[in-house]
C-alpha cells in the first residue's frame, strides 16, 4: 500500500486512477492523489461491501439455499460482490439453515484448478489470519452455526455460517467465506434494512421474494449499486448489468455504463461569435 501511494504521489505522468480492491486501500490512494503536486486527476474507486440478502416466508427454499450457497461460498467468498449477511425471517429461519448447513456440507474443499473443487483457498497467510480473528470473534460474540473442516497445507480456509444478533456487529467487511445471518420479525424488517444502510456501503443486495412489493419495499430502504431479485448476487453481466456501488463501496461511475469512459475524457469548449465575420460568406466558408 506505502508503494502504490509513493508512486501515485511521485508520478507527475499520473493522469488518473481507475481502483479495484478494498475500501482501506481506496482511503490510501485518495491520501496520495490529495498530497500530490500538479493537476487534480479523477479517481474511480470500486471497493468493497458488506452486501445482504432479505429473504421473506413466500421465498422457494431450494432456490434461496442454492443462491445463498453459490453467492457467499463462490470463489472462497473472495468477490466484492459476495453475500455478506443473510436476513432470514423467524417463521422459516430454522428450516432454511437447516438446509443452507446441508448444502455446506456438500461443498467440495480443494484445489482449485480441479473442475471438482467448490471452495479454493483464500489468496495468501494474512487473509486467512484474518478471517480467523474474525471467527474467533464470532464465536466470543455470536454463535457458530456451522464450520468446514480446511485441507491441510495452503492457505484453506473452512466456509463458516454463523448467527449475529444485529447487522451492525460488522464494521468493515469480511473478505472471505463467513456468512453472517440475522433473523427478523415482520415488525423488525424495516429497522434492520435501515441498519444494514447505515453500515454506509453499498454495493450489491439481494432478495427472495415472490410479491413484488417486498422487493421494491427492499430496494428503497437499501441504498445499493447493483440489486438482485431472486437469484444470485454475484456475477454481473458484461454490457447487461454495469457493476459498481456508492458510499464505502465506490465513487463510481459504474464499470461497463455508459459513463464510465466520459470519466477518462477531458470536457472542452469552443464559442465562436459568427456575426464578427460581418456577414462575408466567403469567410465564413473558410
Not at 479517481?43 to 457467499?72: C, H, K, P, W
Not at 474443499?109 to 480473528?133: F, K, M, Q, S, W
Amino acid at each position: 500500500r506505502r508503494q502504490r501511494q509513493m508512486c501515485i504521489r511521485d508520478s507527475p505522468g499520473c493522469d488518473g486512477v481507475a481502483f479495484t480492491g478494498g475500501t482501506e486501500t481506496a482511503w490510501a490512494i485518495n491520501r496520495a492523489l490529495a498530497e500530490r503536486r500538479g493537476p487534480i486527476v479523477p479517481f474511480i474507486a470500486e471497493t468493497g461491501g458488506l452486501n445482504g440478502m432479505f429473504v421473506d416466508t413466500t421465498a422457494l427454499r431450494e432456490q434461496v439455499i442454492d443462491d445463498v450457497i453459490l453467492s457467499a461460498f463462490g470463489s472462497a467468498g473472495q468477490r466484492c460482490s459476495a453475500l455478506r449477511i443473510l436476513f432470514l425471517p423467524a417463521e422459516t429461519a430454522d428450516g432454511l439453515i437447516e438446509g443452507l448447513i446441508g448444502a455446506m456440507e456438500a461443498l467440495v474443499l480443494g484445489d482449485p484448478a480441479d473442475p471438482a473443487t467448490d471452495v479454493g483457498p483464500v489468496i495468501d497467510a494474512e487473509a486467512r489470519e484474518a478471517l480467523e480473528a474474525h471467527a474467533e470473534r464470532l464465536a466470543r460474540e455470536a454463535k457458530i452455526l456451522h464450520r468446514l473442516n480446511a485441507p491441510a497445507g495452503g492457505t484453506f480456509f473452512g466456509p463458516v455460517l454463523a448467527e449475529i444478533p444485529h447487522p451492525g456487529l460488522l464494521e468493515r467487511e469480511v473478505f472471505g467465506p463467513i456468512l453472517h445471518v440475522v433473523r427478523y420479525e415482520a415488525d423488525e424488517l424495516e429497522s434492520m434494512a435501515k441498519a444494514l444502510a447505515g453500515l454506509n456501503y453499498g454495493l450489491t443486495l439481494g432478495v427472495h421474494s415472490r410479491i413484488e412489493s417486498f422487493a421494491r419495499r427492499i430496494c428503497d430502504l437499501v441504498p445499493a449499486g447493483n440489486a438482485y431479485v431472486n437469484r444470485g448476487m454475484t456475477g454481473a453481466v458484461v454490457g447487461v448489468q454495469p457493476f459498481g456501488g456508492e458510499g464505502l463501496s465506490g465513487t463510481g461511475p459504474k464499470a461497463g455504463g455508459p459513463h464510465y469512459v466520459a470519466r477518462f475524457a477531458t470536457e472542452r469548449v469552443v464559442c465562436i461569435d459568427t456575426t464578427a465575420a460581418g456577414g462575408n460568406a466567403t469567410l465564413l466558408a473558410s
